[in-house]
């Protein structure tokens, strides 16, 4: 092997341990906001997916109505749950929760586009008169605590 050979290989290898990952960086300029009003609105449509990071029994004590349970160690890229919505919903327990903010930055870098942090939380949506729902996860899923 030449030195000019060598040295091209060590520079691949190189670019493949540090710039080969799948996910994107994220900040929170990439943080989009939704207010309880649009949250109605799209469920209203059925053209969101709520997702509920928070741990699992947290999720059982209470959720909103048609919310999947996903923690944050849980998110995949191209989870079938997550694949072909239009707007992905992430919420906690309220305004003060880091979880929910977590969640998007986490779903933006394995690749969703329409991704929301809804705030409020459950909280916020009880605020509203809303109920919760309780018991099991959603279908499919196993029980397990996180």
């Given at each position: 092997?030449?030195?000019?050979?060598?040295?091209?290989?060590?520079?691949?290898?190189?670019?493949?341990?540090?710039?080969?990952?799948?996910?994107?960086?994220?900040?929170?300029?990439?943080?989009?906001?939704?207010?309880?009003?649009?949250?109605?609105?799209?469920?209203?449509?059925?053209?969101?997916?709520?997702?509920?990071?928070?741990?699992?029994?947290?999720?059982?004590?209470?959720?909103?109505?048609?919310?999947?349970?996903?923690?944050?160690?849980?998110?995949?890229?191209?989870?079938?749950?997550?694949?072909?919505?239009?707007?992905?919903?992430?919420?906690?327990?309220?305004?003060?929760?880091?979880?929910?903010?977590?969640?998007?930055?986490?779903?933006?870098?394995?690749?969703?586009?329409?991704?929301?942090?809804?705030?409020?939380?459950?909280?916020d949506w009880q605020d509203a008169?809303?109920?919760?729902?309780?018991?099991?996860?959603?279908?499919?899923?196993?029980?397990?605590?996180?």
């Open positions: 092997m030449t030195g000019m050979t060598k040295w091209l290989v060590s520079v691949l290898i190189l670019g493949a341990m540090i710039g080969c990952g799948d996910e994107v960086e994220t900040s929170d300029r990439d943080l989009r906001i939704l207010e309880r009003g649009a949250l109605f609105e799209q469920m209203h449509l059925e053209k969101a997916v709520l997702v509920d990071v928070r741990p699992l029994r947290y999720y059982q004590a209470g959720h909103i109505p048609g919310a999947i349970h996903m923690p944050l160690n849980h998110m995949r890229s191209l989870d079938p749950r997550l694949t072909g919505n239009k707007t992905i919903v992430v919420y906690a327990a309220g305004w003060n929760d880091p979880l929910s903010t977590a969640g998007v930055k986490r779903l933006i870098s394995l690749g969703y586009y329409d991704v929301f942090d809804y705030k409020g939380g459950v909280r008169g809303r109920v919760l729902t309780t018991g099991r996860l959603d279908a499919g899923r196993a029980e397990t605590e996180d």
